[in-house]
């Protein structure tokens, strides 16, 4: 059971990898758009809610220059923070959070494993 889940896990962290950086790669492509500063405000909120405080803040920071030298290590990551995060948000969904959650999953990866 345990090297079962370790694989959907290893999976999983592959998919979200390459998804980030292919969407990483589209993004280096896509012309620079000015923005206001209260659309400027309202992406930062949101980068503060779903990728923490100190992350935002690097982008933040990092998004002075961005039209002229995009970080494609920060652009992944950030991407990868963000599908995990909205991962971990479809997951939540099946299952209310409650002591079961983890006998839900256990036995929902044993049925899957043995078929």
Same mark, same amino acid.
């Given at each position: ?10 999976? $999983?962290? %592959?998919?979200?990898?390459? @998804?980030?950086?292919?969407? !990483? #790669?589209?993004l280096q492509?896509?012309?620079?758009? *000015?923005?206001?500063?209260?659309? $400027?405000? %309202?992406?930062?909120?949101? @980068?503060?809610?779903?990728? !923490? #405080? ?7 920071? *990092? ?6 030298d995009l ?44 078929s």
């Amino acid at each position: 059971m345990e090297i079962f889940c370790t694989q959907k896990v290893n999976a $999983l962290n %592959e998919e979200i990898f390459q @998804a980030a950086a292919l969407i !990483g #790669e589209m993004l280096q492509n896509m012309e620079c758009i *000015d923005r206001t500063q209260e659309q $400027l405000t %309202e992406a930062f909120e949101k @980068a503060r809610w779903m990728l !923490g #405080e100190k992350m935002a803040s690097i982008l933040a920071e *990092d998004s002075v220059n961005l039209c002229m030298d995009l970080n494609p290590l920060l652009v992944q990551v950030v991407l990868q923070i963000a599908i995990t995060t909205w991962c971990r948000f479809v997951v939540s969904s099946w299952k209310p959070s409650d002591s079961t959650v983890a006998d839900f999953f256990g036995s929902y990866l044993l049925r899957d494993s043995s078929s």
